[in-house]
């Protein structure tokens, strides 16, 4: 069965950095989108960062220029590496991911059937 485990949370200090993993086993579709969401105490669960098969990426406005979303196929690894971190970026992080039919990588986590446990990241 297809199983996500994230890691790499943690507490830094604002304009710090930190890099969130996430292990995959069990996916292995040829197309597919891999994808970074967070949520925040009270609020939505929202898109950072999306990268598809095809190792092209998407990013939240709030988080361009910051956030690189990347992938180690080899290491069945998802990666987000996050700098200049802000109060604001504090939030419990998801890794998720889906199959695809054509090149367009989903925003909306409806469309994400798989997802990890979740890792806290706290900036101050």
């Known amino acids: 069965h297809v199983q996500l485990v994230e890691s790499g949370g943690g507490s830094a200090q604002a304009g710090g950095s930190l890099r969130l993993s996430c292990a995959v086993s069990?996916?292995?579709?040829?197309?597919?989108?891999m994808a970074w969401f967070r949520q925040a105490p009270g609020l939505e669960r929202e898109g950072v960062a999306v990268?598809?098969?095809?190792?092209?990426?998407k990013y939240a406005d709030s988080v361009k220029g910051r956030f690189t979303i990347s992938q180690d196929n080899a290491k069945n690894t998802l990666y987000l590496q996050m700098n200049s971190l802000s109060p604001e970026d504090t939030a419990m992080y998801f890794c998720a991911a889906t199959w695809v039919y054509t090149d367009r990588c989903p925003s909306s986590r409806s469309e994400y059937p798989y997802w990890g446990q979740g890792t806290q990241v706290t900036v101050s």
């Open positions: 069990g996916f292995n579709y040829r197309n597919y989108c």
């Open positions: 990268i598809g098969s095809d190792g092209r990426t």
